[in-house]
């Protein structure tokens, strides 16, 4: 599925680079396994070649990916405060461990809107954190730019729509 060289993305940690692909005794076993290198973290992640489906362990997304991506960004429904903060965690956790940038796009797009009309606990905070590193990575793998002008790319979707609805 992958080759050395290729960038992969693993869940909740972003975007990686198979660095080699080795022969590991595991429990009693040899298996193949992907030695993956986090970039922009000091992480290296083992994954059997058997269990990347498993794991969610997936392609950087293409260009119409990286579309569909900001069309999430610029939506603007309503998002809901009634929830307790600790069951939105819960739901956005969950989004953010499926790996999809889609998914992804969503909470970062919530957490967003939602810090406009109240404050967010601390963990909202550093998941609204998060979103946006994971995301902005996987964009500027994408297309070959720097993070930070993925991440200007993201804002910019948010203050298009802002300056619009004013």
Known sequence: MFD???KAVYPAHGVGEITAIETRDIMGRDMEVYVMRILDRDMT?????????????RRVICDDEVDR?????????????????????REYS??????SAVEIAKVLRDLYLLRTGKNL?????????????????EI???????A???????LSAFQDVSASEG
Not at 45 to 57: M, R, Y
Not at 126 to 135: G, H, I, S, V
Not at 140 to 146: D, L, N, S, T, Y
């Open 121 to 137: 606990s601390y963990g909202e905070k550093r998941m609204l954190n998060t979103a946006m590193e994971l995301l902005s990575q």
């Open 94 to 99: 969950e989004k953010i461990r499926t790996g």
């Open 148 to 154: 930070s002008q993925a991440e200007a790319q993201i």
């Open 140 to 146: 500027a793998v994408a297309r070959g730019q720097q």
């Open 69 to 89: 991506v900001f069309e999430v960004l610029k939506q603007r429904k309503r998002v809901s405060d009634s929830q307790t903060w600790n069951r939105r965690f």
């Open 45 to 57: 992640i083992i994954v059997p070649v058997t269990k990347c489906g498993d794991v969610g362990l």
């Open 4 to 6: 050395v060289g290729d």
